[in-house]
């Protein structure tokens, strides 16, 4: 049988994990909420125009009708 102490230990402990979880998830969702809006921001701009790069060289035997 449970003692009374152990009993409250228990559910203390109980509320201290619930707590946590509840943390953890509001903490997760405000990530989430930020990574959608940069995402979106993202969307939004318009690409940044890359510079022309040269292709590397092409040291195939064979190189086709290229």
Known sequence: ???RGKAEKRQARGKRL???LRENLKRRKAQARG???SI???EAR???PTPAQPRPP???RNRGSE
Do not use: L, N, Q, Y
């Open 1 to 3: 049988m449970i003692s």
């Open 18 to 20: 619930s707590a946590a």
């Open 35 to 37: 990574r959608a809006e």
């Open 40 to 42: 979106a921001g993202e």
């Open 46 to 48: 318009p690409p940044m």
């Open 58 to 60: 092409d040291f195939r």
